[in-house]
């Protein structure tokens, strides 16, 4: 038996395309005949979703950080406002959700978009929703939207989520799996033939600075702090899809030698490797990524919303160090340098994504 899987996700940066592409390789590797349909979850919840949901975050993220950080507390944080932004979403956005499932005809679906995860999850509470729902979590933290008491099986890529989805989803399977990024991460790569395989100097420091996919933060700001580390060191800036601020930075580094500046690359898995520091905004997968590679990891340049919550775990943990301003990360910087790197060569150990999701769909193995 063969399963159908409906995969939802978002246009909102690759934290929500790249798990729904990987998940969707694995379960065809897993099982050829398997039926794969990934779909904008939240384009399908209508033309008023998307606006509020969608079209509007890159503004937000882009110019207006602070009223981006204030419809997060308000939608997230705050009780009364949460439950009315739950019953909104709910009003726009039930009739088409329900319409994609009815075409497709899943037999599990999977989310990799926090806001489709929660309506699903209280569709399936309420019992008007049949198919069993999986939500693919690649936040450490903040995840009152991602987890839900209604979905049949939490997937995490940071085992220090489990306490909090515990929270919010008691009962619910809970799996720290790999497979919701690139296979090449499961495989240890050495430093020496990272730098070699990307034409690198095999000696001296090198630092990734990084804005995720829209290229948010103080880019320039991190890549001077970087520069001035270490007078042999190079540092690689990743500008994601922003063509924009790609251009802008190359104008400003035009001069700097040792800065590179570059837009989206499939060579993570190498850079991560390669690198010694990795400065990023935005938290989430690349995060992650990082510290699969054993590249040390500083979050600074965009400590909003959800990424404040992500900063507070990453201290909590000691997974990462958070540098609100230059001088800060000037410091944090410093010390990442100084420290080791230490993979984490367990990762490809982990249960596959795909393989908990088939079963999850009653496919045998």
Known sequence: MSARVLILSAGIG???NLPARMISDGLVQLDPQCEVTIRDGV???????????????????DRFNW???????????????????????????????????????????????????????RLRQRGELAIPVASAITDLSGLRYWAHPGADLHLITEEESRAEVEEIAPGSRIVCVRGMTSPQFEQPLSQS????????????????????????????GAAEVALAADPEGRVVILCGRSEQVQARLRESFARAPRAKVIGFTEQMPELLAAADVLIHSTAGLTAFEARVRGCQLISYGWGV??????????????????????????????????????????????????AEILALAGVEQ
């Open 14 to 16: 690759e934290g929500h």
């Open 305 to 354: 919303a959800h990424i404040r919550l992500n900063n507070e775990a990453y201290e909590r943990f000691a997974l990462a160090e958070v540098a609100a301003d230059r001088s800060a990360l000037a410091d944090a910087l410093a010390r990442a340098l100084s420290r080791p790197r230490t993979a984490e060569l367990g990762y490809g150990a982990r249960p596959s994504a795909a």
């Open 193 to 220: 033939d990272a730098r070699a395989a990307l034409e690198l100097p095999a000696t001296g420091p090198l630092i990734l600075v990084s804005g995720g996919g829209w290229a948010v933060g103080d880019l320039g």
């Open 43 to 61: 384009a399908a919840m209508g033309t008023t979703g998307r606006l509020l949901i969608d079209d509007s975050s890159e503004l937000m993220f």
């Open 67 to 121: 009223l981006f950080d204030g419809v997060y507390y308000l939608v997230s944080r705050f009780g009364p406002t949460r439950k009315f932004s739950q019953w909104l979403a709910e009003r726009v956005g039930r009739k088409g959700l329900l319409a994609l499932i009815a075409e497709q005809r899943p037999d599990v679906i999977v989310c990799t978009h926090p806001v489709a995860t929660d309506l699903l999850g």
